[in-house]
């Protein structure tokens, strides 16, 4: 009885731990959700408050509306006589300026904003094969306007670049962008190569490193979309696919992280090497039909929340336990039925 009663008490325990987090993590969500819904629309106010025509018809529409409601309100006495045209006049006047100062103004610079982006992708399009110090400035350069006119997925679809870091060029987002969509044709797109590429503190939400292999099912041993010692430490990589990647680091990592140093009081650990994936978000990430060679993934996060169906070579990787790694090969077992 005894035994029974602590059972009963052990599980409402459980219970109890598990609606908190249920309610912790709904909670996260909202604050998320909501900040970004505010991100958001400050991002869309501040573009168009970029354009003068905008921010100048907006300044007199309503400095216009705060005249006519305080001289209404204000002075009874010309309500019926004086203000009867002014009235008539000035709203009419009010209502040009909305039309044609905000609402087509707004038009026309969504068109302006839209050439715009086409223009830095075509800088992109241009580049992407040239791996040299100037391709890479104007790449980094047509990035940063790009962010700046608030656009994020970028297509780099088929880009070849070595030695390049996104936020030592100011990068923070392609949240949505594309490296590699699958083809399999002669011309820019059919293989993208990132060699030695940092992609630290970047927010790489749904993210399409590489959509597919497009000889993954013809037991053809080709790599399409290659990442060679890429980087992507604190990086946001929740959504993002790398199906039938490529993704290689040429030199073995420690099996330590750091030293502790038991001679100081209180004993110190000293990290002196940081895995690539070191503190990533990898919630929702897809590694199927993959391919790895000496990956870490220690201290990354949501790793077990990745898709690994498929995947080779995790043998030759690093997790944080046993257990870890036990889990990522037995998921890399799993057939493209049993894992959806």
């Not at 209502?95 to 715009?116: K, L």
């Not at 030759?316 to 036990?326: A, G, P, Q, S, V």
Request: charged letters at 25%; glycine letters at 6%.
């Amino acid at each position: 009885m005894h035994r029974f009663l602590k059972g009963i008490a052990d599980r409402s325990i459980f219970m109890q731990q598990m609606t908190r987090r249920w309610v912790l993590r709904a909670r996260r969500w909202v604050v998320r959700t909501k900040k970004r819904i505010w991100s958001g629309i400050r991002s869309w106010f501040r573009r168009q408050l970029d354009e003068p025509t905008i921010l100048l018809s907006t300044g007199i529409l309503v400095f216009g509306v705060l005249v006519v409601a305080v001289a209404y309100t204000e002075i009874p006495s010309l309500r019926n006589d004086f203000f009867t045209g002014v009235f008539v006049e000035f709203n009419g006047m009010l209502f040009d300026v909305f039309v044609f100062g905000i609402i087509i103004a707004a038009f026309v610079r969504r068109m302006e904003r839209r050439q715009e982006c086409q223009r830095q992708q075509e800088i992109i399009d241009d580049f992407k094969k040239w791996d040299t110090d100037e391709g890479k400035l104007r790449i980094a350069g047509a990035v940063r306007r790009l962010n700046r006119l608030g656009v994020t997925s970028i297509n780099f679809d088929g880009i070849e670049i070595s030695n390049f870091s996104f936020p030592q060029h100011d990068i923070k987002s392609i949240r949505g962008a594309t490296f590699y969509l699958g083809h399999w044709y002669r011309g820019s797109r059919e293989r993208m190569k990132l060699d030695t590429v940092d992609f630290s503190d970047v927010d790489c939400r749904s993210v399409i490193f590489s959509k597919s292999n497009p000889l993954s099912g013809l037991g053809v041993d080709a790599v399409f979309a290659e990442l060679k010692d890429c980087d992507f430490y604190y990086a946001d990589l929740s959504g993002a696919v790398f199906k039938g990647a490529h993704l290689e680091w040429t030199t073995e990592h420690p099996d330590e992280l750091g030293v502790w140093h038991d001679d100081e009081e209180p004993p110190a650990f000293q990290q002196i090497h940081y895995p690539p994936f070191c503190n990533a978000h990898l919630e929702g990430a897809s590694f199927v039909d993959a391919t790895f060679k000496n990956a870490d993934f220690r201290d990354a996060i949501g790793i077990l929340k990745c898709d690994f169906t498929g995947a080779k070579g995790l043998e030759t990787c690093l997790f944080d336990d046993e257990e870890t790694k036990h889990a990522a090969l037995a998921m890399s077992k799993r057939t493209k039925n049993e894992s959806s």
